[in-house]
């Protein structure tokens, strides 16, 4: 059976992807009438909007939203039964909606998405750490959390929460899933077929920089919810982290205790990259990743105390 779908594709200053994630879209919903497209532009400087209407698709355009209101934007112009949140730097296959229609005609799911992963022209670091996912989601599984970037959910039970959080930075979505879920929403992570995600991190910099702002979701959550161990305990982990590192820099100080050091520091990020599916593993992989998990511990240490230093209503 086919659903009837509202397809909503946040965009600000895409015209790098959008013409490739656009015209993925419109292949996928080519013989399907029950869906409607809407893109939703957040005052791009750049020609994304004169590339969307190039294709005939509608384009609402706001200026300056947070990425939840720009969502929730899209979402009151949608008509249809379904939401499905896309953005203008994700890829879907050309059978998509088959793999959508059957999570739904299973009936196990109000809300639901897909694992992406970065292309692979993409440079190391944003292939491995997109693959890290896997370690949570390489199997269809109920989740607490959920990406917003590719996001599929029953219009009746997102108005039932009244849409996103458009208070919040980021970590917008996290907050979504846990407020559907306390409603009695199931949610769940469907591996294939795999989406692919092309706004990856161009530079190692710029990864750290994202892993350092993705961080004040935690606090901004923290401060909404009451400190639940589940938001708690990343935080921790990260403090935890830079006693090792500082115990790993006291450490060299006596040459005979550095390897000890060493590898408590870099212990908690090689154990979870070994929870990766065996069909992924391999050497080079896990050591990309335990390098990458460690670094963004320390990253999020950082981060952390600054954004725990902000009034509880900064945003």
């Avoid at 469907?190 to 920089?209: A, D, M, N, T, V």
């Avoid at 923290?222 to 990343?234: A, H, N, S």
């Avoid at 006291?250 to 870099?266: D, Q, R």
């Avoid at 390098?291 to 981060?303: C, K, Q, S, W």
């Amino acid at each position: 059976m086919k659903h009837r779908y509202s397809i909503i594709m946040p965009m600000f200053n895409e015209a790098e992807h959008i013409q490739r994630c656009l015209s993925a879209m419109l292949s996928a919903i080519q013989n399907r009438k029950e869906c409607q497209l809407t893109v939703v532009d957040n005052g791009s400087t750049d020609n994304s909007v004169q590339l969307v209407q190039q294709q005939g698709v509608t384009v609402l355009e706001k200026k300056q939203l947070a990425i939840g209101q720009l969502r929730n934007e899209g979402a009151e112009d949608a008509r249809e039964e379904w939401l499905v949140f896309v953005d203008a730097d994700i890829e879907v296959p050309v059978d998509w909606f088959k793999y959508v229609d059957g999570v739904i005609e299973e009936g196990f799911a109000q809300v639901f998405a897909f694992v992406d992963i970065a292309p692979d022209s993409a440079p190391w670091y944003a292939r491995a750490w997109a693959l890290r996912v896997l370690t949570r989601r390489g199997q269809v599984t109920s989740v607490d959390t959920l990406p917003g970037r590719n996001l599929i959910v029953s219009r009746e039970a997102f108005e039932q929460v009244d849409g996103f959080d458009s208070t919040l930075i980021t970590g917008e979505d996290k907050d979504l899933i846990r407020r559907l879920r306390a409603q009695g929403a199931s949610a769940l992570s469907i591996p294939h077929p795999k989406l692919l995600h092309w706004g990856y991190e161009r530079s190692f910099y710029s990864w750290l920089r994202k892993e350092y702002w993705r961080q004040s979701s935690h606090s901004d959550l923290i401060y909404k919810y009451g400190w639940p161990w589940r938001l708690v305990r990343f935080p921790l982990i990260a403090l935890l982290h830079w006693l090792l590192f500082i115990v790993v820099l006291l450490g060299s100080l006596w040459h005979c205790w550095l390897i000890i050091c060493l590898l408590l520091l870099f212990i908690p990020g090689l154990l979870l990259s070994l929870r990766l599916p065996s069909v992924y593993i391999s050497f080079v992989l896990i050591m990309q990743l335990t390098v990458l998990y460690t670094l963004r511990f320390l990253v999020a240490g950082v981060a952390v105390v600054w954004f725990w230093r902000r009034p509880k209503n900064s945003c």
